[in-house]
């Protein structure tokens, strides 16, 4: 990149995020790490700072449209404007669908879909204004195909796609790009708290629960965290491309 860049990456302080944080840090971003525990994001921070580049930690819930006007402003003055956002933040519960109650699904699209959406509209008329922004979504391959007892996540991710190719669309040529990646099942504690909810209810050992969400992925592996933040460290790129779902199934 020809120029340091600011990067706001939410659901920074494990996981995806956390992997993601690095990978830009490395790059040279300057780097917001926002999640919704003070305490991750402090540790992503002092982490990211050791990498050389400027790292803030934010307490941020992604669906409190004042909680983003005040991080924005906050982010503005100590970093400078934001040029990457990576909508990383998500939650996923698992139900059958008689049992998915209004107020799962309901949770599920205001934290996977009206999370993106709200900082993504935060950010972008600034973006079209400089001609350079970068806008990444972490999806999922449910929100390219369907899945059982997992309405709600998958109805919210395939939202976050439909927002990705639609917005997209709307952007090209501007200078700004916005793309999702659509990973399987990763190495992240999202799929160790499923496991641990499977082995609870089903008898299985833990270790059989993760290996069958495993053989899920079509490459029968779960995808590493840092396979998903190199990705998107390219998707920052000034050649990156715009409007594409990039797979990452565990087959390469």
């Not at 994001?41 to 983003?68: F, N, Q, S």
């Not at 049992?99 to 949770?107: D, F, H, S, Y």
């Not at 190719?165 to 099942?185: D, H, K, Q, W, Y």
């Amino acid at each position: 990149m020809p120029v340091t860049r600011v990067a706001l990456v939410t659901g920074g302080g494990r996981g995806i995020g956390r992997e993601i944080a690095f990978a830009l840090a490395r790059d040279g971003c300057h780097v917001a790490v926002a999640s919704r525990s003070p305490q991750s994001v402090e540790a992503t921070a002092g982490a990211v700072r050791r990498l050389g580049v400027e790292a803030m930690p934010l307490a941020l819930d992604v669906t409190d449209v004042d909680a983003i006007t005040h991080a924005m402003q906050e982010i503005r003055a100590r970093l400078g404007a934001i040029d990457v956002l990576v909508n990383n933040a998500g939650i996923a519960e698992s139900a059958p669908f008689a049992k998915t109650e209004p107020a799962l699904w309901e949770r599920h699209l205001r934290v996977n879909a009206t999370g993106p959406y709200l900082l993504t509209r935060a950010v972008l008329p600034a973006m079209l204004e400089r001609r350079w922004g970068r806008v990444i979504n972490i999806a999922s391959l449910a929100g390219l195909h369907g899945a059982p007892y997992v309405t709600a996540y998958t109805a919210s991710k395939h939202a976050l796609v439909g927002l990705t190719r639609a917005l997209a669309a709307e952007v090209s040529g501007t200078g700004v790009t916005v793309n999702a990646i659509c990973p399987g099942f990763a190495a992240t504690d999202l799929v160790w708290n499923s496991a641990r909810n499977i082995a609870a209810k089903t008898g299985k050992s833990f270790e059989e629960a993760v290996a069958a969400m495993a053989r899920i992925n079509p490459g029968r592996r779960l995808i590493d965290p840092a396979e998903i933040a190199a990705v998107a460290a390219k998707l920052v790129h000034d050649d990156a491309t715009n409007g594409e779902t990039i797979v990452l199934d565990g087959t390469s």
